[in-house]
């Protein structure tokens, strides 16, 4: 079974993930908000620290329970003395818990625009919650 990944998480936030408490992150990558469109809450998805470009079978994540999902647009705007410059961007919250570690098995997902999924190696341990 193939499951949306989420790429180039910080090895601190992976960490405190695997302590087993649920946790909101803010994500502003592109490539991880595109891969978001395609789940929803109750789903499984796959954490790692590898960057998307460097992502390849056998490297090590972790797999989550999407709890929340929010994906939304923010307006920023910067007002100088003659001129207010309004920017726009995209974010996504989601609301996580820790379910066990895993491998990456196979990869896709490597075009812009793509969702990036994994097939992962199935744990023979798992967390008990």
Known sequence: MKYA?????????????????????????AHNIITLTETAP??????TSVNEEDLSPGDPGIMVDLLV????MKR???????LVEERERMSARIKVQFRGTTIARDVE?????????????????????
């Open 76 to 82: 920023l705007e910067f007002a100088n003395a003659s």
């Open 109 to 129: 997902g490597r075009k812009w625009g793509d969702p990036t999924k994994v097939e992962i190696i199935r744990s023979a341990c798992y967390r008990a919650g």
């Open 69 to 72: 999902l929010n994906i939304s």
């Open 42 to 47: 109750g789903e499984c998805v796959f954490l």
């Open 5 to 29: 990944a989420l790429t180039g998480i910080s090895p601190s936030v992976i960490a405190e993930l695997k302590s087993g408490k649920a946790r909101t992150l803010e994500l502003n990558s």
